[in-house]
């Protein structure tokens, strides 16, 4: 499995930016599905966005064109830039990493929207 560690979270206004990052042990980063997810209380856990090992990006409907993933497989680290937050948007945000039958979870970054 792979050790994941979040970082980035916070407190800011609607309108403004976070950027979440996923710093990954192991040589087999460069081998993982990064995602990201997000769980707001009383609700189940969502898809936010992933990016394959080749670099494919996906995003769910209610975030595509605010939020943006990357990796820095050197760095072993995945990213969410995220623009334009909403409160819907506050949640607890989980780094997730896919490598084969292998599903490792980070302990969660808690990103909040309010004014």
């Known amino acids: 499995q792979v050790r994941l560690v979040e970082s980035g979270g916070g407190l800011v206004q609607p309108g403004g930016s976070l950027r979440l990052s996923c710093a990954a042990s192991g040589s087999i980063f460069r081998l993982a599905t990064m995602g990201w997810y997000r769980q707001a209380p009383g609700k189940e856990r969502q898809w936010v966005a992933h990016?394959?090992?080749?670099?494919?990006?996906a995003y769910a409907d209610s975030v595509r064109g605010r939020f943006t993933i990357s990796r820095d497989n050197p760095k072993n680290t995945a990213s969410l830039q995220m623009n334009s937050l909403k409160p819907e948007d506050t949640a607890v945000y989980y780094c997730?990493?896919?490598?084969?039958?292998?599903?490792?979870w980070g302990q969660g970054t808690q990103v909040t929207v309010a004014s």
């Open positions: 990016i394959t090992s080749v670099g494919v990006t």
């Open positions: 997730n990493a896919i490598v084969g039958v292998a599903n490792s």
